[in-house]
């Protein structure tokens, strides 16, 4: 079955500084996504993606589907204390299928 | 606000007991999902249903029960569960597998624990 990589696993950074993830598939992927989980929530969908080499921001947050289909990357610029939780890259390369869920990146913010 | 609400947030249960998650979604959508996330672990699907028909069981023991009266509700039955279920249990909602829309959409998630 599909298999999504996401790295990496966790972060420790300094308040202010800025943050990049990302994730690889084994196969091409038509749509990417990812998430925010804030501790003993559900995740949050923070940008969606649908475009081989499109560039979306949402605030503070950039996220790119890599040209090539298989990979996708979030960046958080600035980041700030509430920025912490565990980030969730997902995707699907149908509509027929559910998501597919990478293992997420735990981020710390240091004060 | 989600549109996506689950009850109850938190769940003590016996391992004899049996007891009922809910699902509630005010999207409009078409699929619910349920997932297991247990700590330090990746989310797990456990089932589908798209248009109220199940369409996927990912090898999920016969001690969860899924139930989806119409689009907007999805329950999941317990009994004779074990410690190792214990779990953050997410319920889901997307537009509809095959209709195009592919985000889920998720509740805040029922913390169980199994004594």
């Known amino acids: 079955g599909q298999q999504l990589n996401q790295s990496p696993q966790s972060m420790f950074i300094q308040e202010g500084e800025d943050v990049s993830m990302n994730c690889t598939s084994s196969?091409?992927?038509?749509?990417w996504l990812w998430y925010k989980q804030d501790p003993g929530e559900g995740p949050v969908l923070l940008i969606a993606l649908y475009k081989a080499g499109e560039l979306t921001s949402n605030g503070r947050l950039t996220a790119q589907f890599g040209i090539t289909r298989k990979d996708s990357f979030l960046n958080i610029s600035a980041s700030i204390p509430s920025d912490v939780g565990i980030y969730f890259c997902?995707?699907?390369?149908?509509?027929?299928?559910?998501?597919?869920f990478g293992k997420g990146t735990r981020l710390s913010v240091i004060a | 606000e989600t549109g996506v609400t689950q009850t109850p947030r938190h769940l003590v249960m016996g391992m004899t007991n049996k007891k009922s998650l809910k699902c509630e979604q005010h999207l409009g959508h078409n699929a619910m999902y349920w997932y297991k996330q247990s700590a330090k672990k990746p989310l797990e699907l456990m089932f589908v249903y798209n248009f109220k028909e199940q369409t996927e069981n990912n090898s999920v023991p016969s001690r969860f029960s899924p139930e989806c009266p119409n689009s907007s509700h999805l329950f999941l039955h317990l009994h004779t569960l074990q410690p190792e279920d214990s779990a953050l249990y997410l319920c889901?909602?997307?537009?509809?597998?095959?209709?195009?829309?592919?985000?889920?959409?998720f509740g805040q998630g029922t913390r169980l624990t199994v004594v």
């Open positions: 997902a995707g699907t390369s149908s509509g027929n299928t559910p998501l597919v």
């Open positions: 196969s091409i992927f038509n749509t």
């Open positions: 889901a909602s997307s537009q509809g597998l095959g209709t195009g829309g592919t985000e889920a959409f």
